[in-house]
């Protein structure tokens, strides 16, 4: 493997708590205090990819999500962020795969049939189906030796658990000190000749 292949990036894991009833309810059951995750390709967080609501005030449409910690459910968010190291093939690897995803959003839908699965512990695969953290894990899954379960049955506090995690920031999600400020042209993901 060329020199290249083995530099190091950075990706970031999420953890939110966006106080939402869904999010209440989910935590009655977890009694874990962040129950929401989402991916980051950059520390100003200007894009995290995930799924969840498509639209903020309907809890029942969901899917594949870009989402903006300035607005909506996030502005008032409780978080903590988590670096990870990678390596430059790893991180091509990921980003490829949620190009693809992003560029064929509407196939995918949100996985509730899997989250109540996964309370009971039933190991069910479903075809372009995902909850936030399964989404995670399988993104995630592209890297060598990070995770020790099915991303089925993967929760945001299993992701919290890894240990090649560096946390780098706690609380209020609007107080983040790397913050993407907003401009007039939209950061889009990287693409694949950009890297």
Do not use: W
Request: glycine share 4%; hydrophobic share 35%.
């Amino acid at each position: 493997m060329n020199q290249d292949s083995n530099s190091k990036r950075q990706v970031y894991l999420i953890f939110t708590d966006t106080g939402t009833l869904f999010t209440k309810l989910i935590k009655f059951y977890t009694r874990k205090p962040l129950n929401h995750a989402s991916l980051s390709f950059s520390l100003e967080l200007e894009n995290m990819y995930s799924f969840g609501r498509k639209n903020p005030a309907n809890p029942f449409i969901g899917g594949f999500v870009k989402e903006n910690i300035s607005e909506g459910l996030f502005r008032n968010a409780v978080c903590e962020v988590y670096s990870c190291n990678v390596t430059e093939f790893e991180y091509k690897k990921m980003v490829d795969k949620v190009n693809q995803m992003e560029q064929q959003k509407d196939r995918y839908r949100y996985n509730l049939i899997g989250m109540v699965a996964l309370l009971f512990q039933f190991n069910i695969h479903r075809s372009n189906a995902f909850f936030c953290s399964q989404f995670v894990a399988t993104i995630l899954n592209e890297l060598d030796n990070k995770l020790n379960k099915s991303a089925n049955l993967c929760t945001p506090q299993d992701l919290r658990d890894m240990n090649n995690l560096t946390c780098i920031f706690k609380g209020e999600l609007k107080n983040y000190p790397y913050r993407f400020e907003e401009k007039e042209n939209e950061i889009e993901l990287p693409s694949r000749k950009a890297i």
